[in-house]
């Protein structure tokens, strides 16, 4: 059975940082293409960033290009997001699968950007 367990998550001030991790199970995880999505209240749950198996990355969209960088583990079927400089408009619950979704969703980790 596929698990996600996102965490990392947590309340920070504008302009700070968070490292978000998604550790998994039940997959091949070095074969897949892997993504960041996040979902804000009253919102769709969007892509925010795709790594290849090779570590090819791609960030969507274009608000977090430059402050978000994903990066992977596949020793450790891990996957992780580093957020500089956050802004508030970056609240939202942070969730990670495979590109296509396909899997069942883990249960996210919140992440507030508040002063």
């Known amino acids: 059975q596929v698990h996600f367990v996102e965490s990392g998550g947590g309340l920070v001030q504008p302009g700070g940082s968070l490292k978000l991790s998604c550790a998994t199970s039940?997959?091949?995880?070095?074969?897949?293409?892997m993504s960041w999505f996040r979902q804000a209240p009253g919102k769709e749950r969007e892509l925010v960033s795709t790594i290849t198996p090779s570590g090819h990355t791609l960030n969507y969209p274009d608000s977090v290009e430059g402050r978000f960088t994903i990066s992977r583990d596949n020793a450790k079927n891990t996957m992780y997001l580093q957020m500089n400089g956050l802004k508030p408009e970056d609240t939202a619950v942070y969730y990670c699968n495979v590109r296509t979704g396909r899997f069942d969703w883990g249960q996210g980790t919140q992440v507030t950007v508040s002063s």
């Open positions: 039940g997959f091949s995880f070095s074969s897949y293409t």
